[in-house]
């Protein structure tokens, strides 16, 4: 596999915490078998984003996208992701790393979570 794709998330003292993104993790997986997927989190949980990285690179992948689960580009986004993505670079040149923008800032997953929102009211 040629590209991987590492789901970012926050992390969390509580395991429980990264339940939903193991279950995104196998709708990607799902969609696209022919992608490598990692889940990675910034505090807390293992494996961290750097680590995420190292092992898919050690799968052969050559082009990474890191998907940001989080709601919206906050301080995270903008200065402690940067700063990682910097260090795998420079271990490893020949592999392309894009970060996209945060899955909160997403129309359609906006979309579907005022509709969850306006769901609950019916509860």
């Known amino acids: 596999?040629?590209?991987?794709?590492?789901?970012?998330?926050?992390?969390?003292?509580?395991?429980?915490?990264?339940?939903?993104?193991?279950?995104?993790?196998?709708?990607?997986?799902?969609?696209?078998?022919?992608?490598?997927?990692r889940a990675a989190f910034l505090d807390f949980m293992q494996p961290d984003l750097a680590n995420a990285a190292e092992e898919l690179v050690a799968a052969g992948c050559t082009h990474?996208?890191?998907v940001p689960v989080f709601?919206?580009?906050?301080?995270?986004?903008?200065?402690?992701?940067?700063?990682?993505?910097?260090g795998v670079r420079a271990r490893h040149p020949g592999v392309a790393i894009e970060v996209q923008e945060a899955l909160g800032e997403h129309e359609a997953v906006l979309?579907?979570?005022?509709?969850?929102?306006?769901?609950?009211?019916?509860?």
């Open 64 to 66: 990474l996208r890191v």
């Open 1 to 37: 596999m040629a590209t991987g794709i590492i789901l970012f998330a926050h992390g969390a003292r509580d395991a429980r915490w990264a339940e939903p993104l193991a279950r995104l993790r196998a709708k990607v997986e799902a969609t696209r078998p022919d992608v490598a997927v």
């Open 71 to 86: 709601i919206a580009m906050g301080g995270h986004m903008r200065e402690d992701v940067p700063r990682i993505v910097a």
């Open 111 to 123: 979309d579907r979570m005022a509709h969850a929102a306006v769901e609950a009211l019916a509860r």
